[in-house]
């Protein structure tokens, strides 16, 4: 069972800065991607941020520039950097990770698997 545990939320003034982290139970080698998400009250849920296991970056166009999302394979955690923040950029963010479950006769699925969220309030 995998568990994510977010944390590093908060509330702070526009143009300020956190650093979320999100600790895995295990490994995150296993992981082909993990992300970081965004629910804002009243809107779908969106990404912000992804890192593959090869370490390349993705980001949503709202946050380039920002937003810097790494990872400490050592320590099992992925890191979000947000700096510059805006009202806008509130809400609760959402550790994902992605793994391929791979069967014995050879087929596979991909797997999901997410933290419980840590809020995050920009005031303007």
């Known amino acids: 069972q995998v568990q994510l545990v977010e944390s590093g939320g908060g509330l702070v003034q526009a143009g300020g800065s956190l650093r979320l982290s999100c600790v895995a139970s295990?490994?995150?080698?296993?992981?082909?991607?993990m992300g970081w998400y965004r629910q804002a009250p009243g809107k779908q849920r969106e990404l912000v941020a992804l890192?593959?296991?090869?370490?390349?970056?993705n980001y949503a166009d709202s946050v380039k520039g920002r937003f810097t999302i790494s990872r400490d394979n050592a320590k099992n955690t992925v890191y979000l950097q947000a700096n510059s923040l805006k009202p806008e950029d509130t809400g609760v963010y959402l550790c994902?990770?992605?793994?391929?479950?791979?069967?014995?006769?050879?087929?596979?699925?991909?797997?999901?698997?997410w933290g419980q969220g840590t809020q995050v309030t920009v005031s303007s």
């Open positions: 295990g490994s995150i080698f296993r992981f082909n991607a």
């Open positions: 890192i593959t296991s090869g370490g390349s970056t």
């Open positions: 994902n990770a992605e793994e391929t479950i791979t069967y014995p006769s050879g087929s596979y699925r991909p797997a999901h698997y």
